[in-house]
């Protein structure tokens, strides 16, 4: 898996990708764009923000995706799902987002945005 990639790499021949974070806004179209340039999408997401069912269902109507709902914060989940699947790039799009959250819950905050990339 490469651990650096750039977009014209994503642009060569089919590549089978990771994306974190992938029933996001940007996630999501960050997909749907692999997706229909003929890669092999795989969505990692844990649902958890309003709109994330929703995208889920419109990228499951828009083309083939592979979805494993998962957090972030579950290494163990995130280490086997890598594992078990020969990602060629992952794309990590996974965050808390919401400035209310950051201020009542910090420290969740923290897990989500800075903690969980020492997973990766």
């Not at 764009?33 to 499951?60: C, F, P, W």
């Not at 592979?66 to 799902?81: G, M, P, S, T, W």
Request: aromatic content about 8%; some cysteine; glycine content about 8%.
């Amino acid at each position: 898996m490469e651990l650096f990639c750039t977009y014209s790499s994503l642009r060569g021949g089919e590549m089978k990708v990771l994306v974190t974070g992938g029933c996001g806004f940007i996630g999501c179209n960050t997909a749907l764009s692999l997706n229909q340039k003929g890669h092999d999408v795989a969505i990692m997401d844990n649902l958890s923000r309003a709109g994330a069912t929703r995208n889920k269902e419109y990228l499951q109507e828009a083309g083939e995706f592979e979805f494993a709902e998962i957090d972030v914060r579950d290494a163990q989940k995130v280490e086997n799902l890598i594992k078990d699947n020969a990602y060629d790039a992952l794309i990590h799009l996974a965050a808390q987002v919401a400035v209310t959250t950051s201020v009542h819950d910090p420290r969740t905050d923290f897990e989500i945005n800075a903690w969980e990339l020492s997973i990766f």
